[in-house]
């Protein structure tokens, strides 16, 4: 059984995401697809991990992404033919302060993976802790947050 993705905007869509941000992918079939995280009755909750598992059941592979805030989009550069596509949302806090929601978007090109910080819902470009605005990370400590092309296979990595 194929995981679902959502490939066309529905009303479902248009309500729970009128006030938060999410991303669209483009597939290497040409084919969109749109988060839709917590869509009653479908499993697993994130739209991501099951992108993942279509991608592998597939064999597609991502090229393109954006981010969206109702009319604001804002294109991830993933540069020429990245061997793989990491999304995560984050969350940065500590007492007596608000939080601070991220998504984090990255790229794969061989064994580095390079990642960038968008502060949601506004999509600002933002610094990671230590002031740069992209950080390289080990593609193997990814986990479901990296969706790679078929074939692709990650090595040990020193960072």
Same mark, same amino acid.
């Given at each position: 059984m194929s995981a679902f993705i959502s490939t066309q905007e529905d009303s479902w869509? =248009?309500?729970?995401?009128?006030?938060?941000?999410?991303?669209?992918?483009?597939? $290497?079939?040409g084919i969109s697809v749109i988060q839709d995280d917590f =869509?009653?009755?479908?499993?697993?909750? $994130?739209?991501w991990e099951r992108l993942g598992l279509y991608c592998v059941e597939t064999s597609l592979y991502i090229v393109k992404m954006r981010l969206q805030f109702r009319s604001h989009t804002v294109?991830?550069?993933?540069?020429?033919?990245?061997?793989?596509?990491?999304?995560?949302?984050?969350?940065?806090?500590?007492?007596?302060?608000k939080n601070v929601h991220a998504y984090l978007?990255?790229?794969?090109?061989?064994?580095?993976?390079e990642v960038?910080?968008? =502060?949601?819902?506004?999509?600002? $470009?933002?610094?990671?802790?230590d002031d740069k605005k992209s950080q390289f990370r080990d593609p193997k400590q990814s986990g479901k947050c990296l969706i790679t092309k078929p074939g692709i296979t990650l090595n040990e990595v020193t960072i």
């Open positions: 869509l =248009r309500d729970h995401f009128e006030h938060q941000t999410r991303w669209i992918v483009e597939l $290497s079939n =869509r009653p009755g479908v499993e697993p909750v $994130s739209a294109p991830i550069n993933l540069g020429h033919d990245p061997d793989g596509v990491f999304f995560c949302k984050s969350i940065v806090g500590s007492l007596g302060t978007t990255g790229r794969l090109h061989g064994q580095i993976l960038e910080k968008w =502060r949601v819902p506004e999509l600002i $470009s933002s610094q990671f802790l």
